[in-house]
């Protein structure tokens, strides 16, 4: 249910009407709950004012212009990361093991496809989710939900899942660790990461495709070489690679905290992250999560799922991109096995009608989640790769350019998601069960789902 907060005080004066990074807070809030306490919230939200951003413009704008070419067809976006980071995962080991798995499924990617990969991370501010209801009951006790460690704590009690401001400031902490970690092994010492003869291939053995598989991480590998071979000194691009990131943009009080003018350019900037995204929940056009995304000049992902309105959807795009600027907006397509083909379709065929330079991409995990007889919340392999099939499929035959894949995945070895390669059952769930929200692929699901990916793309693109 909605909730109207609270409005915070402003130091900065507006026009009546004019856009500013709090106006949504005269709209429509979905998916926030309230904060008990609205003098820590703006003590809260006064200390990230002034907190040195996470990102840069430039960098923002960099990663808008490599959108700009997916969506004309000339590369291809890969975004994934956690359902929802937790502040403990704060670590080395997992961040070297999600950007490595990202690192190893752009290579495949790039290989197969022979096109740039555009590889952005739910990573470094992804650590709110949407849910379906408000409050749960543990034990007999009514309390709020868990809605990420943004908001409150997994733990079940009532005093923990009170929603907490200062958790932003832990979040604000976390994110920025991991971006200047990020950004150090993505800048230099990261090459052996890359190198194919340290990606596992037993795993594959039982995929059908398992020596198309191995004969691609061979040729990786002896191209990688040849090319240190014989410049060992100059050639520094295998040690370097372009990593953004991304995140839902749910909780609009730490958002709005870092979102602000920069020198010499016009416009507001998101300095939480490089993308934002808006949720399948919170796209209602009078709501207060289109009010603040409209205002500010990163790229924004839309998730579209049933049920949706397209019309609505038109006015939406409309509204957030204006002026029609590539490289602005990713539609994340997000329908299910069961209704892609049913909806699919249409909703290219009206934005395509509207003449919107959108990059599509096909988020194949969030319509295909299900409960096994033990509730143990799950996805199938085969569901998410048979939506991305038919995407393919209905992308190819509107004669469209289906230019990205968003997956939510992890670098570590958990058992969240059946299926795959090494053909993971409902029993093998709990061996190593760890997401606190949805089910996630691991290490070896995702580079194999990126393999099939490539194999999809080439069956409609190849050149």
């Known amino acids: 249910m909605?909730?109207?907060?609270?409005?915070?005080?402003?130091?900065?004066?507006?026009?009546?009407?004019?856009?500013?990074?709090?106006?949504?807070?005269?709209?429509?809030?979905?998916?926030?709950p309230p904060y008990p306490d609205v003098d820590q919230l703006q003590k809260v939200y006064d200390q990230l004012r002034y907190l040195p951003p996470l990102t840069t413009s430039w960098e923002i704008e960099s990663l808008k212009g490599k959108l700009a070419e997916v969506a004309a067809g000339n590369g291809f976006l890969l975004q994934g990361g956690?359902?929802?980071?937790?502040?403990?995962?704060?670590?080395?080991?997992?961040?070297?093991?999600?950007?490595?798995?990202?690192?190893?499924?752009?290579?495949?990617?790039?290989?197969?496809?022979?096109?740039?990969?555009?590889?952005?991370?739910?990573?470094?501010?992804?650590?709110?989710?949407?849910?379906?209801k408000d409050f749960e009951e543990v034990n007999g006790v009514k309390m709020y939900n868990y809605r990420g460690d943004l908001i409150n704590s997994f733990e079940p009690n009532e005093e923990a899942r009170r929603p907490d401001p200062e958790r932003m400031i832990t979040a604000y902490n976390k994110a920025a660790l991991t971006l200047n970690f990020l950004r150090a092994l993505s800048d230099e010492g990261f090459a052996d990461l890359q190198h194919p003869e340290q990606w596992e291939l037993d795993f594959m053995k039982n995929n059908k495709y398992y020596k198309e598989y191995e004969m691609m991480v061979h040729s990786i590998n002896k191209a990688v070489s040849f090319m240190e071979a014989i410049t060992p000194n100059q050639f520094n691009t295998l040690h370097k690679v372009d990593m953004y990131?991304?995140?839902?943009?749910?909780?609009?009080?730490?958002?709005?905290?870092?979102?602000?003018?920069?020198?010499?350019?016009?416009?507001?900037?998101?300095?939480?992250?490089?993308?934002?995204?808006?949720?399948?929940?919170?796209?209602?056009?009078?709501?207060?999560?289109?009010?603040?995304?409209?205002?500010?000049?990163?790229?924004?992902?839309?998730?579209v799922g049933p049920p949706f309105d397209l019309d609505q959807i038109v006015e939406l795009i409309q509204k957030l991109n204006p002026a029609h600027e590539a490289g602005k907006i990713v539609i994340i397509t997000r329908f299910g096995v069961k209704e892609v083909?049913?909806?699919?379709?249409?909703?290219?065929?009206?934005?395509?009608r509207e003449g919107f330079p959108v990059v599509w991409s096909?988020?194949?995990?969030?319509?295909?989640?299900?409960?096994?007889?033990?509730?143990?919340?799950?996805?199938?392999?085969?569901?998410?790769?048979?939506?991305l099939r038919a995407t393919f499929d209905i992308h190819r035959a509107e004669a469209n350019y289906l230019g990205g894949?968003?997956?939510?995945?992890?670098?570590d070895n958990v058992t969240e998601c059946v299926g795959g390669a090494n053909g993971l059952n409902e029993e093998g769930l709990n061996r190593n069960y760890e997401t606190y929200c949805d089910p996630r692929l691991?290490?070896?699901?995702?580079?194999?789902?990126?393999?099939?990916?490539?194999?999809?793309?080439?069956?409609?693109?190849?050149?």
């Open 362 to 387: 096909c988020d194949p995990m969030h319509g295909n989640t299900f409960a096994t007889s033990k509730k143990v919340k799950t996805r199938n392999f085969d569901d998410i790769l048979n939506e």
């Open 245 to 303: 990131t991304s995140h839902e943009a749910l909780n609009l009080y730490y958002d709005a905290a870092q979102t602000r003018r920069v020198p010499r350019k016009t416009g507001w900037f998101n300095l939480s992250g490089h993308m934002v995204w808006l949720g399948n929940r919170t796209r209602g056009l009078d709501n207060a999560h289109v009010e603040y995304l409209r205002g500010i000049q990163n790229p924004i992902g839309i998730k």
């Open 82 to 132: 956690d359902c929802a980071e937790t502040f403990d995962a704060c670590n080395a080991p997992k961040i070297v093991n999600t950007l490595k798995v990202l690192l190893q499924m752009s290579f495949i990617l790039i290989h197969e496809m022979g096109i740039p990969v555009v590889r952005v991370g739910r990573m470094a501010g992804q650590y709110a989710k949407p849910r379906s």
């Open 341 to 352: 083909e049913k909806d699919l379709p249409r909703l290219i065929r009206r934005v395509n």
């Open 2 to 32: 909605a909730t109207k907060l609270t409005p915070l005080k402003r130091s900065e004066k507006f026009k009546k009407g004019e856009w500013h990074p709090l106006s949504w807070n005269d709209h429509k809030v979905n998916q926030l």
């Open 442 to 463: 691991n290490y070896e699901q995702s580079l194999e789902m990126a393999f099939l990916v490539a194999r999809e793309w080439n069956a409609s693109y190849k050149r």
């Open 405 to 411: 894949v968003h997956l939510e995945l992890t670098g």
